[in-house]
């Protein structure tokens, strides 16, 4: 059986399913960590980086890389998870957090790994960045990162079983 | 950088002409393995017992395969690299004792192999990872 993580979302009456099928080496160089908390954005920003550049041509660049920071480990590595549900080029809501994906995103290209470290202006298509509150005493953060090819899908179940296809329009057609 | 069409058995001398940057297209026989198969191997060479293939000459891919049963046989879906770091320990052993001329992966592998490259005549390549429906369309037989 796959992993399965499921949150409940107030207000709709369907389950929406996305399958993320992802290698393992881009699984491999994951990582998470408790940083002194005063190191603040500065040492999450340096702990992405390094992350990055230490992972080089493994994770078949050119990669989306997904930054949870939270309250714990465990908390950062569901957010950085998840983040890689988020399509390419969407921006987080909160313009603070947009901003810093960006300075990230040309930080990372700017390492000039390319496409499988054959040397290149795109190391990373996207960074996603996501947060949860946290106490003053704890600043985790985990960095997880996918291959380019991003296999995933996505289709809803609605109350009375009727399926919808969200991400592959074409089986809309195909299924009575 | 320079392109060369290449075919199994590969020779030493072809192999040690190819440099940084050069694009091959190779046929021929490839053999595919990856963790397991690698300490499997290296295992029973260590124990002096011979492999059931010959691989002098030939293309080691370290490859993903995916696989279906259509009657009796099995048929490949999609069959693209695998990160390569994770056979470093033991490629060393599988350029010297098997004579493997080409290793197959993405994303680079370690300075023991490199060594053996060096020492024993081999090249590492790499094939981009997320193109597995072209392979697949090119493999002629399992």
């Known amino acids: 059986m796959p992993w399965i993580d499921w949150e409940l979302v107030e207000g709709i009456d369907y389950a929406e399913v996305t399958v993320l099928l992802k290698g393992g080496g881009s699984e491999i160089v994951a990582r998470a960590r408790n940083l002194v908390p005063a190191e603040g954005l500065k040492g999450v920003m340096k702990y992405v980086i390094e992350a990055v550049y230490e992972a080089g041509p493994r994770p078949c660049p050119p990669i989306i890389v997904s930054v949870g920071i939270g309250a714990n480990v465990s908390i950062a590595m569901k957010l950085a998870a998840k983040g890689l549900l988020r399509p390419v080029g969407v921006r987080h809501e909160d313009p603070e957090v947009a901003r810093l994906e960006e300075t990230l995103l040309q930080a990372i290209n700017g390492i000039g790994y390319g496409a499988h470290g054959m040397g290149g202006r795109v190391t990373a298509l996207d960074v996603h960045v996501d947060y949860a509150p946290r106490h003053p005493a704890t600043l985790s953060v985990a960095v997880v990162m996918n291959c380019w090819a991003a296999r995933r899908a996505t289709m809803r179940v609605y109350a009375d079983g009727r399926i919808e296809y969200i991400t592959h329009l074409h089986l809309n057609k195909e299924v009575v | ?142």
Not at chain 2, 16 to 34: A, C, K, P, Q, S
Request: with cysteine; aromatic share 6%; net charge positive.
């Open chain 2, 1 to 142: 950088m320079a392109e060369y069409k290449l075919r199994t058995p590969l020779s030493e001398d072809v192999v040690r002409e190819l440099n940084v940057g050069d694009i091959v297209y190779l046929t021929g026989i490839v053999v595919t393995m990856r963790d397991t198969g690698h300490k499997r191997a290296v295992e029973l060479l260590s124990r002096g017992e011979k492999l059931p293939v010959d691989m002098r000459g030939l293309a080691l891919y370290h490859a993903g395969p995916v696989v279906r049963r259509v009657g009796d046989r099995w048929e490949v879906v999609v069959i693209g690299p695998t990160t390569s770091t994770r056979m470093e320990v033991y490629e060393y052993d599988v350029i010297e004792k098997m004579g493997v001329r080409m290793v197959i992966g993405k994303g680079g592998m370690g300075p023991r192999t490199a060594e053996a490259c060096k020492k024993f005549g081999a090249v590492y390549t790499v094939y981009p990872g997320g193109q597995q429906h072209c392979r697949r369309s090119r493999l002629r037989g399992l």
